[in-house]
């Protein structure tokens, strides 16, 4: 399981006043690498209960100082953001030997943004949105099935509308983390943080 890092990152790689490129760069290098979901991040929200609790999902855009994912609005990971906003995110490319931290507050996406991007979904998944209730529990696969057949004779023909409990976020970003292996475990970190006018980026130990 022991593995030698060689990859690397400089200062002059990452810009202060637009501190997400590197995270598009790093992920359109990763698509061209056909990496399978080059975009996929861990995301960690805070529980009613006051615990965290982590999953993957799609990163669908980076802008300038946030980022954007979609998922169903009665979901454990959509509760809690409506509740807590707070939110950390890792990326992670392990054949660029490269990885991204971000903290941030999500705020939903407005209903036209949800829609326009759900109109171009492929089918399936669009079918799959108004077939799953995301995260209450099911008696069994059967039951899923079941439901899948009933939805799919619903929109037999014609579109298939953006349901309305299908939604999404920004992550609106006040911390990122460049990392990158390198040998001896030496690794480099950047780290920026927003400043009166840009981001300020420190060096961290690895
Ligand atoms: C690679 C990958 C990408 C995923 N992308 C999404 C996504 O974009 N949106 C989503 O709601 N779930 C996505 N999922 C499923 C989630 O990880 C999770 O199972 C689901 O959203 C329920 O999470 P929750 O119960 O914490 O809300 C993805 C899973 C994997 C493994």
């Known amino acids: 399981m022991r593995h030698e890092y060689s990859a690397s990152l400089d200062e002059s790689t990452v810009s202060s006043v637009a501190p997400l490129d590197l995270l598009r760069t790093w992920i359109n290098e990763a698509a061209g690498a056909e990496v399978a979901d080059p975009n996929a991040m861990c995301l960690a929200t805070i529980g009613a209960d006051g615990a965290p609790r982590a999953r993957m999902v799609l990163c669908k855009g980076v802008e ?4 954007i994912f979609f998922t169903n609005m009665t979901s454990d990971k959509a509760e809690h953001l409506l509740v807590r906003p707070e ?4 990326f992670w490319w392990p054949d ?3 990885s991204v931290r971000l903290v941030g507050h ?4 407005g209903r036209d943004e949800v829609e326009r991007y759900f109109a171009t979904r492929p089918r399936s998944s669009q079918v799959g949105a108004w077939v799953s209730d995301q995260s209450a529990p099911i008696a069994d696969r059967s039951a899923l099935e079941a439901k899948h057949l009933d939805v799919q004779a619903r929109f037999a023909s014609g579109e298939v509308p953006c349901p309305p409990h299908w939604g999404g976020f920004r992550i609106h970003v006040h911390e990122v983390e460049y990392w990158a292996g390198r040998p001896a475990r030496l690794h480099d970190r950047l780290r920026l943080r927003p400043g009166a006018s840009e981001w300020s980026m420190e060096r961290l130990q690895p």
């Open 64 to 67: 300038e100082a946030s980022v």
């Open 106 to 109: 999500a705020t939903a996406l």
């Open 87 to 90: 939110v950390a995110s890792t």
């Open 96 to 98: 660029a030997e490269r």
